[in-house]
């Protein structure tokens, strides 16, 4: 796993996102994210899970210079895992807690919405999911998975605006828990894993499965006909047209 860190402490695991200076996600991410969720799950000795970033970065989103270079099964196929990693975050049956650590945009937000609690360092941050300005469709299983956040007439207004919030947005309209200074982040994160591993394993467990089955359903529809535009979208001349903007001011 090169684009991930793992660190077992006690009952609890530590995935820390470790891919370059602002954690930009390629299919290496997914799929490192992805074997990691599936070995935690697995593992009875692990009970509950912090994910967080490096730096100031938790994740600048998705890597739009090497995506752009993606062929078409490779693009299809990012997707597909990403959808998957998505489901598997949603339906994990341990505690998963984000501790985000400064700038989560668009890809990197989507990845801490599917966890229990999330803990944001304040300061000159932004997270939110802005993928309309990016030139993305946005499918509607993100719709459903930010509308259980903060509402879905919020997440009907913000995703139509690409709105990306402070952090003391975020934590006004639900998007984020908890707000402390950057070195504190884990602490608090940790401290909320530690409450939730208060509770009965199984009892808690279940509970949570109860409370995202209307979440889940929703989000169990065909692949290709929730990605469908998504996929179209993204060959056509005006998004190309915005990813190459986007990548001559990242290397500029």
């Known amino acids: 796993m090169s684009s991930i860190k793992i660190e077992l402490i006690g009952d609890k695991a530590v995935i820390r996102l470790d891919r370059g200076k602002v954690n930009a996600i390629n299919a290496d991410v997914i799929h490192d994210l992805t074997q990691a969720i599936l070995e935690l799950k697995a593992d009875e000795k692990v009970r509950g899970v912090m994910i967080t970033g490096k730096g100031e970065f938790f994740s600048a989103g998705l890597d739009v210079v090497e995506l752009y270079n993606y062929n078409e099964e490779e693009i299809l196929n990012f997707w597909r895992d990403y959808d998957r990693l998505l489901r598997l975050m949603i339906a994990f049956p341990k505690p998963l807690v984000a501790a985000i650590n400064g700038h989560c945009s668009a890809g990197g937000c989507l990845l801490t919405l599917g966890c229990d609690y999330r803990v ?49 947005e975020a934590l006004s309209c639900g998007l984020i828990h908890e707000l402390h200074p950057l070195e504190q982040v884990e602490l608090h994160a940790n401290k909320q894993l530690d409450h939730y591993l208060k509770f009965s394993t199984a009892v808690w467990a279940q509970s949570k499965l109860n409370f995202r089955n ?39």
């Open 120 to 168: 944001m360092a304040s300061g000159n941050y932004r997270i939110g999911l802005n993928e309309v300005a990016l030139g993305i469709v946005i499918p509607e299983t993100v719709y459903h998975l930010y509308s259980f956040a903060i509402g879905r007439s919020k997440a009907y207004q913000y995703l139509l605006e690409g709105k990306m919030h402070s952090p003391d």
């Open 214 to 252: 209307a979440l889940l359903q929703r989000i169990r529809t065909d692949f290709q006909t929730t990605f469908e535009h998504t996929i179209r979208q993204w060959w056509s001349e005006e998004s190309r047209s915005i990813m190459v903007g986007m990548i001559a001011k990242l290397k500029g």
